[in-house]
C-alpha cells in the first residue's frame, strides 16, 4: 500500500528552525520526483521544493531558496525539508508527495499521484 506520513511540524517563532520528515512505502520512494507542497488558510497548494531520486537535483519557491533544504534518505525512504530563518508567511499545512514525472516537469498539484496526510506549521511574530 502506497503510504507517505509526515512528521515535524509544530510552533516556532520568528526566525527559528524546524525539519520536516517524509516517511514513504519503498514502492513510493521509487518515484522519479518527491516534493513538497504548503497551503495557507484560503490559498491555493503550492510547491515548495522537490528533489529527484538521485538527490542531485533540487527545485525550490522563490520566496525560501537560500533559508529551506530539501533532502532525501534512500536508505531511509525519507525526504526531509529543513526549514531555517523562518517567517509568519511560512505558516501553512505540509505536505509531502510523489510524482512519477522528471522534476522539472512535476510542478503542480496534478502531476503527483501521492500525498502524505499534512503536517500544520505555525510561526510565531
Known amino acids: 500500500q502506497v503510504q507517505l506520513v509526515e512528521s515535524g511540524g509544530g510552533l516556532v517563532q520568528t526566525g527559528g528552525s524546524l525539519r520536516l520528515s517524509c516517511e514513504v512505502s519503498e514502492r513510493t520512494f521509487s518515484y522519479i520526483t518527491m516534493g513538497w507542497f504548503r497551503q495557507a488558510p484560503g490559498k491555493e497548494r503550492v510547491l515548495v521544493a522537490s528533489i529527484v531520486r538521485s538527490g542531485g537535483t533540487t527545485y525550490y519557491l522563490d520566496s525560501v531558496k537560500g533559508r529551506f533544504t530539501i533532502a532525501r534518505d534512500n536508505a531511509r525512504n525519507t525526504v526531509y525539508l529543513q526549514m531555517n530563518t523562518v517567517t509568519p508567511e511560512d505558516t501553512a499545512v505540509y505536505y509531502c508527495?510523489?510524482?512519477?514525472?522528471?522534476?522539472?516537469?512535476?510542478?503542480?498539484?496534478?502531476?503527483?499521484?501521492?500525498w502524505g496526510q499534512g503536517t500544520q506549521v505555525t510561526v510565531s511574530s
Open positions: 508527495a510523489a510524482s512519477q514525472f522528471a522534476l522539472q516537469f512535476a510542478k503542480g498539484i496534478k502531476d503527483y499521484a501521492y
